[in-house]
């Protein structure tokens, strides 16, 4: 079958991590940080927009960008063997309709979630912001990264709104009936994890390639590599991209004010997953 396997999930979730124990899988050997490359990275580099649907984004508004991503995710899917593609966006449509992650051109979706107190803490950190702040930003349904009014980045806008919206427009809404993974099941039992991940990718790894890629994403190995040889993917102003990758870590990072507000913010969703 072919098509684009999204692989879809607020910031923070597990997202980057679950990309290295897929390269393992797929390629039947320990991934390292450099050759990573642009497997399952997201589709939201200008120039790559630019140089496909040959136009200058530049010239153009938020809106008309986003009404052409539906023709690069076609030429994506037409181009490329079984594509993989990172998202943070919420799932949504167009000014005009169109899905921006459209049925017609995916072959499997999954929906990484994690708990949003210990999002609050990793992203807070991640993006050098007080938690107070993080916690408003991951209740504001019109969220989007990477649009700095005046700012051209070398990366799309990602309209990311909420973390409950974030992760119902996935799960009900996109039709894509998504493989929904918690970041903390993953954390706890990776083995059952990555194999339900590449049942559900049509893939057939055997136990010794599962074993290879739990541990080859071990939290420990992946901060030594980066901290000797770096990691293109994180961001100047983040002093690490791998931390501790463990669950609960809230419960010593925010204050029971915190806490609420997110359980007050995210209750029905957290209810849902299992986080109240």
């Known amino acids: 079958m072919s098509g684009i396997t999204w692989l879809a999930s607020y910031p923070r979730s597990g997202n980057t991590w679950t990309r290295l124990a897929l390269w393992t899988l797929k390629h039947g050997e320990p991934v390292v940080l450099d050759r990573l490359g642009n497997f399952a990275r997201t589709a939201l580099q200008r120039q790559l927009i630019d140089q496909v649907l040959e136009c200058d984004s530049s010239s153009l508004r938020p809106p008309e960008i986003e009404a052409l991503r539906p023709d690069l995710h076609a030429w994506m899917a037409e181009t490329h063997a079984e594509p993989m593609v990172k998202v943070h966006d919420a799932w949504r449509r167009t000014r005009h309709g169109r899905p921006v992650h459209d049925a017609a051109v995916t072959r499997a979706t999954i929906y990484l979630i994690r708990d949003p107190r210990d999002v609050a803490v990793s992203w807070a950190k991640f993006r050098d912001a007080t938690i107070d702040a993080t916690i408003d930003y991951m209740a504001d349904p019109g969220a989007v ?40 099941d993953l954390v706890a039992d990776p083995a059952t994890g990555f194999r339900r991940i590449a049942d559900h990718l049509g893939w057939a790894p055997n136990e010794a390639v599962i074993g290879m890629a739990v541990d080859a994403t071990r939290f420990d190995r992946l901060a030594k590599m980066e901290q000797e040889g770096g990691f293109i993917e994180r961001p100047v102003a983040t002093s690490a ?16 004010e915190q806490a609420a507000r997110i359980e007050r913010d995210h209750e029905a969703v957290m209810t849902r997953f299992g986080y109240l």
């Open 145 to 184: 990264i990477g649009a700095d009014v005046g700012t051209i980045h070398t990366m799309l806008p990602q309209h990311i709104g909420s973390w409950s919206d974030n992760a119902t427009s996935w799960i009900d809404e996109s039709g894509l009936a998504p493989l929904v993974v918690r970041y903390e």
């Open 241 to 256: 991209f791998f931390r501790s990758g463990r669950s609960q870590g809230w419960r010593s990072a925010l204050t029971p």
